[in-house]
Nanobody, 123 residues
Framework: QVQLVESGGGLVQAGESLRLSCAAS????????MGWYRQTPGKQRELVAA???????NYADSVKSRFTISRDNAKNTVYLQMNSLKPEDTDVYYC?????????????????WGQGTQVTVSS
């Protein structure tokens, strides 16, 4: 099937930057939308940024002008460049990918999540 592996989280001070990466691997036929979400314990997971296979993007209002989502279709990888980080950006960040994988008898749709990576911004 498909696996998503995230990397790049960590602890930074306010105003600094981090870059998250998420690579999809497995019996992939095609990856369509990819995105980053974040979640605080006890709250709903919320969209941070998403990107289509054609490069169209959308962002949460709280991160516009500070975060940039991009992807490398040849590597099935999505990135999130986070600049001017604020303490309120502290969260667990999850990668999501939707598309199709090669099943035993044809292509099968998938909608998978990464394991999550912690981003902590100190003031």
């Amino acid at each position: 099937q498909v696996q998503l592996v995230e990397s790049g989280g960590g602890l930074v001070q306010a105003g600094e930057s981090l870059r998250l990466s998420c690579a999809a691997s497995g019996s992939i036929f095609r990856v369509d939308a990819m995105g980053w979400y974040r979640q605080t314990p006890g709250k709903q997971r919320e969209l941070v940024a998403a990107i289509s296979s054609g490069g169209s993007t959308n962002y949460a209002d709280s991160v516009k002008s500070r975060f940039t989502i991009s992807r490398d279709n040849a590597k099935n990888t999505v990135y999130l460049q986070m600049n001017s980080l604020k303490p309120e950006d502290t969260d667990v960040y999850y990668c999501n990918a939707k598309g199709f994988y090669n099943g035993g008898r044809g292509v099968v749709p998938f909608d998978y999540w990464g394991q999550g990576t912690q981003v902590t911004v100190s003031s």
